[in-house]
T-cell receptor, first 109, second 112 residues
């Protein structure tokens, strides 16, 4: 199968800081989704990207579909305590979406 | 709208027992999915149903069977549970197979 790398694996930040995370692969994708999972809950869709180079925002979140179609980035500005959770990149590979290993975000007050 | 609902929320089984996990969606979606999530990992696709009347294997189908009962409901069956099937199971649905998926709250299964 294809290799899907998500970094960082985990991060601890202070409230108010900006956050950046990314996903990279050797494969080309047509769609990138970003999901957030809070403890004890199912993943919730944050942002969907459908075109190479696309930049999309959802409140304090901004995500980009890499121009090579092999990567995607998610930024969170001015983090708050409720941003805590695991963030997954989920590209479309063939017919099914594939979950990355996740970035675990902790926000310190 | 309840979205995607799953029952039960928690289950403990002994090795060799069987059980069925239930999933229902009220969004009139065509496609439904079953995933498992092991500690510290992303979700892995077990089976999916791209449309009513069809089912297909995902990445990790061994030890499981599924039934798309109707457009709303998609069940996952473990015929003979094994400790390796201890996991959190998530059901999801999407408008069509290539659209973004919406997830249920999960079923936490422990096999002793």
């Amino acid at each position: 199968g294809q290799q899907l790398n998500q970094s960082p694996q985990s991060m601890f930040i202070q409230e108010g800081e900006d956050v950046s995370m990314n996903c990279t692969s050797s494969s080309i994708f047509n769609t990138w989704l970003w999901y957030k999972q809070e403890p004890g809950e199912g993943p919730v869709l944050l942002i969907a990207l459908y075109k190479a180079g696309e930049l999309t925002s959802n409140g304090r979140l901004t995500a980009q579909f890499g121009i090579t179609r092999k990567d995607s980035f998610l930024n969170i500005s001015a983090s708050i305590p409720s941003d805590v959770g695991i963030y997954f990149c989920v590209p479309n590979y063939g017919q099914n979406f594939v979950f990355g290993p996740g970035t675990r975000l902790s926000v310190l007050p | 709208n309840a979205g995607v609902t799953q029952t039960p929320k928690f289950q403990v089984l002994k090795t060799g027992q069987s059980m069925t996990l239930q999933c229902a969606q009220d969004m009139n979606h065509n496609s439904m999915y079953w995933y498992r999530q092991d500690p510290g990992m992303g979700l892995r696709l077990i089976y999916y149903s791209a449309s009513e009347g069809t089912t297909d294997k995902g990445e990790v189908p061994n030890g499981y069977n599924v039934s798309r009962l109707n457009k709303r409901e998609f069940s996952l069956r473990l015929e003979s549970a094994a400790p390796s099937q201890t996991s959190v199971y998530f059901c999801a649905s999407s408008r069509d197979h290539y659209n973004e998926q919406f997830f249920g709250p999960g079923t936490r299964l422990t096999v002793l």
